[in-house]
């Protein structure tokens, strides 16, 4: 199963899309200080809290302060990396 790090958000490979995951109608994966881009034969699904990636060709991970991740076709979660602080825990921004 293909995994990958990209700044703030792991893609881990799923077997399915959840049956509530409704399309998504941009390409931004995640919207912080820089956006993650999903680009090419690829659509993102988004459930209540959880996102999801369907690519069916050609498709890549972009993101302007990382290399840019070319995926597989499958279909993935996106997590959304957090940090502890010693006080609370953080979503990891980038």
């Keep these: 199963m293909f995994q990958a790090r990209h700044g703030d958000i792991l893609i881990e490979q799923i077997e399915r ?3 509530t995951a409704k399309e998504k109608k941009d ?3 995640l919207s912080a ?3 993650h881009v999903l680009e090419g034969e ?3 699904y988004e459930t209540k809290n959880k996102t999801y990636l369907k690519v069916m ?3 890549n991970l972009n993101h302007e302060e990382h290399k ?3 995926l ?3 279909v993935y979660q996106v997590i959304r990396q957090i940090e502890f602080n010693g006080y609370e825990n ?3 921004e980038d």
């Design 17 to 19: 899309l959840p049956k």
């Design 27 to 29: 390409n931004v994966i």
């Design 33 to 35: 200080s820089h956006d």
């Design 42 to 44: 690829a659509k993102i």
């Design 57 to 59: 060709g050609k498709a």
């Design 68 to 70: 840019k991740i070319n």
């Design 72 to 74: 597989p076709v499958g």
């Design 90 to 92: 953080m979503a990891v």
